[in-house]
């Protein structure tokens, strides 16, 4: 009897061809030695949890780098405070000359 | 923001870190890639519009550092199919494998062209299943059977020939 095709003799599995004859037996053998490795090594492998750590760690660090500088804010907040009290300063100086200008042109 | 980004690392780390062993064939590096993928993940999250599924999206990101890292480093060894021009990333998933336990997986692995490494080892990192290692390495389906069909015939044949000599001797 001729030997079947691999895919046919796994769909057989032993009961089949296999058992009446040796080499086919072999394969199939040889077919379970493969899965059973691969099944040792490979089944339920799952992150460490050094991954998520790790990942959350360097998050935080890039985080803090990216951080926005507060110095133009404060460059911003000490510009207007100068020119606010500028104008308070010279408002009242100046002020009579424009009531004159004013009643001058009314 | 930071909700959603929980919610990724405990739905895909292991995913990330299964496809990242696959391609990459030792833990060490997965660990690597599978930290830095999250890190990329986390700051495309606020740019991510749905244009594909999230998994397609993490995934292609997982492969493409994966990609990226094999091309910095070169591989381990060469294995006898170098020779024949083939896909830029079945060349590059051309490093041996590397895993502690048990030895027989890494030998027979090592043995196998580089294309049909990674869906091999995937295949038993997600219990058996076809889609998902077809999902994961963004291969159809049908490539992915036929990669196994043909990567296991090849182990268990080389098997066999092993121990004709040792059992005639």
């Known amino acids: 009897m001729p030997c079947p095709d691999f895919e046919e003799l796994v769909r057989e599995g032993r009961?089949?061809?296999a058992a009446q004859c040796a080499e086919c037996r072999d394969l199939l053998e040889a077919l379970e030695a493969v899965n059973a490795a691969f099944d040792a090594a490979f089944r339920g492998v799952a992150a460490p949890p050094a991954v998520a750590a790790g990942a959350r760690a360097r998050i935080a660090r890039e985080s803090c780098l990216r951080r926005p500088s507060p110095v133009p804010e404060i460059l911003d907040f000490?510009?207007?405070?100068?020119?606010?009290?500028?104008?308070?300063?010279?408002?009242?100086?100046?002020l009579p000359q424009l009531e004159e200008l004013l009643a001058r042109l009314g | 923001m930071e909700e959603a980004f929980e919610g990724i690392v405990r739905d895909y780390q292991d995913k990330i870190f299964r496809l990242a062993f696959s391609?990459?064939?030792?833990?060490a590096a997965a660990e690597e890639i599978a930290q830095d993928v999250l890190v990329r993940v986390w700051k495309g999250l606020p740019g991510f519009r749905g244009a594909s599924s999230l998994s397609t999206w993490i995934y292609?990101?997982?492969?493409?550092?994966?990609l990226s890292a094999l091309?910095?480093?070169p591989p381990r060894t060469v294995s006898l199919d170098d020779a024949a021009p083939r896909h830029a990333a079945e060349r590059h998933a051309a490093a041996a494998w590397s895993i502690p336990e048990p030895p027989g997986a890494a030998a027979l692995l090592n043995r196998l062209p580089a294309r049909y490494r990674a869906a091999a080892a995937l295949f038993y990192m997600e219990d058996q299943s076809y889609e998902e290692v077809s999902r994961l390495l963004d291969l159809p389906l049908g490539t992915v059977k036929t990669y196994l069909f043909q990567a296991r015939k090849m182990l268990a044949?080389?098997?066999?020939?092993?121990?004709?000599?040792?059992?005639?001797?």
């Not at chain 1, 000490?78 to 100046?94: D, H, K, S």
């Not at chain 2, 292609?60 to 994966?66: E, H, K, Y």
């Open chain 1, 15 to 17: 009961a089949g061809h």
């Open chain 1, 78 to 94: 000490i510009g207007w405070a100068a020119t606010l009290t500028a104008a308070a300063l010279l408002l009242p100086r100046f």
């Open chain 2, 23 to 27: 391609l990459m064939g030792e833990r």
């Open chain 2, 60 to 66: 292609s990101i997982t492969r493409n550092c994966c």
């Open chain 2, 71 to 73: 091309h910095r480093a």
């Open chain 2, 157 to 169: 044949e080389e098997l066999v020939r092993e121990r004709v000599p040792k059992g005639g001797a």
